[in-house]
Every structure is written in C-alpha cells, then in structure tokens.
C-alpha cells in the first residue's frame, strides 16, 4: 500500500526545536516532490516547505524561511522538517504530502499531491 506517515510532533517551549520526519512506504520518496503543509485551528491549511523531486530544490514559505529547514534521505527513504526557533504561530497539525509533479518556486504550494499523511500535532506553548 503507498502511503506516507509523519512523526515527530509533541509540545515544545518557545524557542526550542523539533524534527519532524515523513516516511513513504510502497514507493520511492526521490522520485516525488514533498511537501509539507499546516493547518490550525480555525485558519486554512497552508504550505510550510517543500523539496523538489530529482534536484532536490527547496522552497519555504516566508514564514518559516530561517527558522526551517527540509531534507531528504534517500536510504531511509524519509524527507525530514527540522524545525527550530519555534514559536506558538507555529502551532498547528502538519502533514506530508507527496506529489509526481516536477515543482516550481510558484506553484509548489498550489499543485496538486497525490499522496497525504494523517497528521502530526505539533505545539508551541510555555
């Protein structure tokens, strides 16, 4: 079954770090783009970052640019979210999402992604 599962969200202070992680299984991540996505309570969901198939070309939104940064790795075939200097802003449920789809800087966020991920809460709160 082709899928993708992230991990990696919990609660953390104010300036601190997490590392979150998006792991396909029945197909090879470096042949996709991914993307990662947000969505809080109340608000649309909207595109954080995104790695581009083949070339691994980044894209973040403004956002996040200095703070995030997105990564791949092949043998494991997971694309990573390292995630630092977050602030309550950055609450919200993120999601992986892979698509075929050869991204540009935009349109990585508007494309259409075949494959998502259930979800990973992650909170920032003192």
């Known amino acids: 079954q082709e899928q993708v599962v992230e991990s990696g969200g919990g609660l953390v202070q104010p300036g601190g770090s997490l590392r979150l992680s998006c792991t396909a299984s029945g197909f090879t991540l470096e042949h996709y783009s991914i993307g990662w996505f947000r969505q809080a309570p109340g608000k649309e969901r909207e595109g954080v970052s995104c790695i581009r198939r083949d070339d691994s070309s980044t894209y973040y939104a403004d956002s996040v640019k200095g703070r995030f940064t997105i990564s791949r790795d092949n043998a494991k075939n997971t694309v990573y979210l390292q995630m630092n200097s977050l602030k309550p802003e950055d609450t919200a449920v993120y999601y992986c999402?892979?698509?075929?789809?050869?991204?540009?800087?935009?349109?990585?966020?508007?494309?259409?992604?075949?494959?998502w991920g259930q979800g990973t809460q992650v909170t920032v709160s003192s």
């Open positions: 999402a892979a698509t075929s789809t050869y991204v540009l800087a935009y349109n990585w966020a508007r494309v259409a992604y075949g494959y």
